[in-house]
């Protein structure tokens, strides 16, 4: 059974960092890309970032370009989302999620079949 479990959320002030990370465990991790969403209340779901299973390749929202690094260590079975210069307006649950292997899109949240249990990040203005 594959389970993903999210950490290092919390508060922190406007233009502060996180470190978000995301721990598998059940599954051969180092095959497979891997995504951070996430949900603001009374919004929808939306995409953050990805990687490819090698890290090669990463993927972001145009909101986040710049401000947010994703990265892997598959020695580890561990990804990592780094967030720096956070506004209020990032304030949500991140989750972190496995990607389908044949999945079309690495935005869409439906290409992605594990989900962790999310790690609560709220930044105060």
């Known amino acids: 059974q594959v389970q993903l479990v999210e950490s290092g959320g919390g508060l922190v002030q406007a233009g502060g960092s996180l470190r978000l990370s995301c721990a598998a465990s059940?599954?051969?991790?180092?095959?497979?890309?891997m995504g951070w969403f996430r949900q603001a209340p009374g919004k929808e779901r939306e995409f953050v970032a990805a990687i490819t299973a090698s890290g090669g390749v990463r993927f972001y929202a145009d909101s986040m370009k710049g401000r947010f690094t994703i990265s892997r260590d598959n020695a580890k079975n561990t990804v990592y989302l780094e967030m720096n210069s956070l506004k209020p307006e990032d304030t949500a649950v991140y989750y972190c999620?496995?990607?389908?292997?044949?999945?079309?899109?690495?935005?869409?949240?439906?290409?992605?079949?594990?989900w962790g249990q999310g790690t609560q990040v709220t930044v105060s203005s």
């Open positions: 059940g599954g051969t991790f180092r095959i497979y890309g």
């Open positions: 999620a496995r990607r389908i292997p044949s999945g079309s899109s690495w935005y869409d949240g439906n290409q992605y079949d594990y």
